[in-house]
């Protein structure tokens, strides 16, 4: 199963390809949304690489996608900025599972 990178970031889609990760640039949300939609059909994704500032836009949607636990997996990585909500991982438990994590 292959990877798949969907950003409109040409460093991390140059930085990604020298690691041999296959990535679509997407300019606006609507060729943004439709890549995911397309490649959450692909049966040869296994994982679906989003940078933050691309989940944003399609936040519901990849939230809707998680939630019915199919592959492909989608991750989310930092901008070249680093900017990622600084609890991010105790977010996304709450928002996955649907419990409160310990430091709540």
């Not at 199963?1 to 296959?22: F, K, P, Q």
């Not at 890549?35 to 691309?54: A, M, P, Q, V, W």
Request: net charge negative; glycine share 8%.
């Amino acid at each position: 199963m292959r990877s798949i990178l969907l950003t409109s970031n040409e460093d991390i889609i140059n930085g990604l390809r020298l690691a041999g990760v296959r990535s679509v640039k997407c300019n606006d949300r609507a060729e943004l949304l439709k890549n995911f939609r397309t490649f959450t059909k692909t049966e040869d994704i296994g994982i679906i690489i989003l940078t933050y500032s691309s989940f944003k836009e399609i936040k519901d949607e990849v939230l809707e996608f998680k939630l019915t636990g199919d592959l492909p997996l989608v991750v989310t990585i930092p901008d070249l900025d680093g900017g990622m909500e600084d609890d991010f991982i105790l977010k996304y438990v709450r928002e996955s599972v649907g419990v409160k994590a310990v430091g709540d």
